[in-house]
């Protein structure tokens, strides 16, 4: 109980409800509460629709409660794939989780889409939970009860100037490591300059992905920006690493 008075809890709680009335603010529909606002699917089918172009052929409003665990199913199916869970993958959230209120798996889950439709959106960082789970047993060894406490972490720490060095070492090994194939690394120094014109990173990706990408379908030597790739062309560090450090937690060899 003492979690829920976290400053940083709060400001979490805040910042995500300020987030999904702004999203859905042209739809008219505002949220007070991310427990008893969102279990029944309605304001998740939205943000979905919103944020993810997704139409599902589902009922606007459940009122009963095999209705709103139906509706969920499938809303929650989509979101999982959009978020690139798998199945058999242990995840912070679920149907039941969701339907029941539960106030960590909503967060979870609300962060993790936060994450993935606008990473943009600026969420208080370290915010951590910490839990207690009572199990009651009424059969052997006897009727008794098991207590366990543990730690959840919700948001994650600010990148410290080393960890961000680590990281980038990590990225830089990882691309090179999939690039020596077609004769290609990258060079520290040069790093931003060498993504900045998109061949690399469609050629990258093309080789993680396994498939080869016709040149005609893009400019192997762009001469203008036109001809390459947005946020990248600026060579802007933030975006440049959000789209490699992505491709590196999807692909990276154990």
Same mark, same amino acid.
């Given at each position: 109980?003492?979690?829920? @008075?976290?400053?940083? /809890? $709060? ?13 859905? @603010? ?8 991310? $427990? ?17 172009? *997704? ?11 095999? !209705?709103?665990?139906?509706?969920? $199913? ?11 869970? $798998? ?7 679920? *149907? ?14 609300? *962060? ?9 959106? +600026? /969420?208080?960082?370290?915010? @951590? ?23 959840? /972490? ?7 100037? !080393?960890?961000? +060095? ?11 490591? +999939?690039?020596? !194939? ?16 998109? *061949? ?41 690493? #959000? ?8 692909? #990276?060899? +154990?």
């Amino acid at each position: 109980p003492t979690s829920l @008075k976290d400053p940083k /809890l $709060e400001n979490l709680k805040q910042a995500l409800v300020d987030w999904i009335n702004k999203t859905l @603010k042209a739809e008219h529909i505002v949220i007070q509460s991310l $427990e008893e606002d969102l279990y029944d699917g309605l304001v998740l089918h939205h943000l979905l629709a919103r944020l993810g172009n *997704v139409k599902l052929d589902v009922e606007e409003i459940a009122l009963t409660g095999s !209705s709103q665990l139906r509706k969920l $199913e499938a809303v929650m199916k989509e979101l999982d794939k959009m978020l690139g869970v $798998e199945d058999g993958c242990p995840i912070k959230w679920d *149907v039941k989780l969701i339907h029941n209120k539960d106030l960590l798996a909503t967060i979870h889950l609300l *962060v993790a889409m936060a994450k993935a439709f606008q990473p943009e959106l +600026n /969420l208080p960082p370290n915010v @951590k939970i910490d839990v207690v789970t009572v199990e009651v047993s009424l059969f052997s060894p006897g009727p008794g009860c098991s207590i366990l406490q543990w730690m959840a /972490l919700v948001t994650a720490p600010l990148l410290t100037p !080393s960890l961000l +060095n680590f990281r980038f070492q990590a990225i830089l090994h990882f691309v090179n490591q +999939n690039m020596a !194939s077609l004769g290609l690394q990258i060079q520290s120094p040069a790093f931003l300059s060498q993504f900045a014109d998109g *061949v690399i990173l469609l050629l990258l990706i093309g080789q993680l992905e396994g498939f080869f990408i016709p040149l005609v379908d893009f400019h192997l030597t762009p001469a203008n920006d036109a001809e390459m790739v947005g946020y990248i062309v600026s060579q802007d560090v933030a975006a440049t690493l #959000k789209v490699l450090y992505a491709l590196f937690r999807k692909h #990276k060899r +154990n």
